[in-house]
């Protein structure tokens, strides 16, 4: 007798992407509860306050409003450490001077993707924002700011989030390169 309480089977998760969102629960700066590109730039300021000890800092769901962010209001935060943060969607990044220069991004980025996707300001230089592919680029090539204990934690802590909402199974979708010495 279960209290006339419903029983459901097991949940399977048919596309997710584990690390991703292990590392971004337990890892990473939040900005889901941000509407504005100032109120994500408020969070992170708080974040940075509250980690000084952290050597980067990623972060994700921040909304674009529009209007494209720049690297300056992330510098004005942080000049000696990278920051970079993906979108709500995943499929941009505003990153800060530093993580520019850290990633490597530059003229070669801009000429393999293009000025639509890599924006650039009018002397050619990148602005801190970018889509898709320059953006998917960009993000991989940040997995190294955490260590695989880092990596692992977050797995872990996304692994209990989807246990207790009921998921058995799941199909990860994107473990990269630099994620298959975790194995």
């Known amino acids: 007798d279960y209290s006339g309480k419903y029983i459901y089977p097991g949940f399977i998760?048919?596309?997710a992407?584990?690390?991703?969102a292990g590392s971004q629960l337990a890892l990473e700066i939040d900005l889901n509860a941000s509407e504005t590109l100032e109120e994500a730039v408020e969070?992170?300021?708080e974040f940075i306050a509250e980690h000084p000890e952290m050597k980067a800092y990623k972060g994700s769901g921040w909304k674009n409003s529009g209007r494209a962010p720049h690297k300056s209001m992330l510098d004005a935060i942080c000049t000696d450490k990278p920051i970079y943060l993906s979108s709500v969607d995943g499929h941009s990044g505003w990153c800060n001077s530093k993580a520019i220069e850290v990633l490597e991004l530059g003229q070669d980025t801009v000429d393999t993707f293009g000025k639509e996707v890599c924006r650039v300001d009018d002397n050619g230089e990148l602005i801190g924002y970018m889509s898709e592919?320059?953006?998917f680029m960009a993000y991989q090539k940040?997995?190294?700011?955490?260590t695989p204990e880092?990596?692992?934690?977050?797995y872990m802590a996304w692994q209990d989030f989807m246990f207790k909402q009921g998921y058995t199974a799941v199909c990860d979708c994107g473990v990269t390169d630099p994620l298959l010495p975790l194995k």
Not at 17 to 20: A, D, E, G, Q
Not at 150 to 154: F, T
């Open 17 to 20: 992407h584990p690390l991703m």
């Open 13 to 15: 998760e048919a596309h």
């Open 43 to 45: 969070i992170v300021r």
């Open 150 to 154: 880092d990596i692992c934690r977050g």
């Open 133 to 135: 592919g320059p953006h």
């Open 142 to 146: 940040t997995t190294p700011w955490f």
